[in-house]
């Protein structure tokens, strides 16, 4: 016996990445249902290589009966219609961040903190972390493990995908208006794209910091320990998808490069590429399409007592948003709402 699951925010890039997920990972569901907006009533979009769903409108859609809802449509929307799916029984999993602060929701990374999982009952809604943090906390949790993270130093260069399908579009149009010689449109982003970084990602605070740098610091802290400290600067850059991450980690006790190595090695959903030559690391283009967080260019961080730097990629929209979700999802079903014979 399966799961009726339900995807909120189905037309989008995170959505149809989620869709995929499912039917890749072959996750039992009995039906799957495509929300999006009004003007997306009708549409269809595919559930696998053979199934086609046409998509609801998700504001006159009635969640009773659906097991679990995967929401990736944006906060605003969370903030409405999550309450609403949970209210008539789905569990939810927020991709958003609107939901991931609160205390009474849990926010998961399977192979960090799978034990929070069993925190959904209060409120029928996990929440699943941003982009960037996931692959982070991914990488520092082996190494935390063994020498007690006190720091983090983090640069990030992350793919115009985590800013939706609009911004993939935008940086398309932007290349190819710059060829042409014509005049470059800027719609999602607030500079140039296309041939050009832009170290800005979502709103500013108060501090000059911007809320990308907040969440992950507030993110890591609530998922991995409260004591870390983290210092991050989050950069848009002009690749599609996968984010690149520079991370300087000071820990509490001594740790070597090889030990670092051999703990990572042996983490779940980390694959260690560190030939220290030419083609020996990996860059975005190639995590794009899979599932793991990379970790390259590891190195003893000479400017601080216990110090390793090193480089993390991983797709965004994978790892980074429906895999994670999908495995949160995975892990819900194994352990509270089986429905085993
Ligand atoms: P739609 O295509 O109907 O606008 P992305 O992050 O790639 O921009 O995708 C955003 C997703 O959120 C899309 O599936 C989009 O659907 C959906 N979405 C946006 N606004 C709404 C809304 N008011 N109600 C339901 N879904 C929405």
Redesign the pocket.
């Given at each position: 016996m399966g799961y009726k699951v339900a995807v909120?925010?189905?037309?989008?890039?995170?959505?149809r990445e989620m869709l995929q997920t499912l039917a890749e990972r072959e996750f039992p569901v009995d039906e799957a249902v495509a929300?999006?907006?009004?003007?997306?009533k009708g549409r269809e979009v595919s559930f696998g290589d053979e199934t086609v769903l046409t998509?609801m409108d998700?504001?006159k859609y009635d969640f009773k009966g659906v097991d679990i809802a995967l929401f990736?449509?944006?906060g605003s929307?969370s903030a409405k219609y999550a309450p609403r799916a949970a209210k008539a029984g789905a569990v939810v999993i927020d991709n958003t961040s609107h939901f991931r602060m609160e205390k009474d929701v849990p926010l998961v990374v399977p192979e960090v903190n799978p034990q929070a999982i069993a925190g959904y009952t209060k409120r029928n809604i996990i929440a699943n972390p941003n982009c960037s943090t996931i692959q982070m906390v991914v990488a520092l949790k082996p190494l935390h493990d063994i020498a007690r993270i006190k720091r983090v130093v983090v640069s990030t260069y992350q793919s115009v995908s985590g800013a939706?399908?609009?911004a993939m579009d935008e940086l398309f149009n932007q290349t190819r208006s710059i060829y042409m010689n014509q005049p470059v449109v800027k719609e999602e982003f607030t500079k140039q794209i296309a041939f050009n970084v832009i170290p800005h990602i979502d709103v500013f605070m108060d501090d000059g910091s911007t809320k990308e740098e907040w969440k992950m610091r507030v993110e890591t802290r609530k998922i991995l320990d409260p004591d870390i400290e983290i210092s991050a600067t989050c950069v848009r850059v002009p690749v599609f998808i996968g984010h690149g991450e520079a991370i300087h980690v000071e820990f509490a006790k001594p740790i070597t490069v090889q030990e670092a190595r051999a703990a990572l090695r042996k983490a779940p959903g980390i694959a260690v590429v560190d030939h220290q030559q030419d083609e020996g690391y990996v860059t975005p283009a190639e995590a794009a399409g899979e599932d793991s967080v990379y970790v390259s260019r590891l190195r003893q961080d000479p400017s601080v007592k216990h110090g390793i730097s090193f480089w993390c990629v991983a797709d965004n929209l994978r790892k980074g948003a429906a895999l994670n979700s999908v495995q949160i999802a995975e892990t819900l079903i194994a352990s509270y709402l089986s429905k085993a014979a």
């Open positions: 909120v925010g189905a037309t989008g890039a995170v959505g929300l999006a907006s009004a003007k997306s998509v998700l504001d990736s449509a944006g929307i939706g399908q609009s």
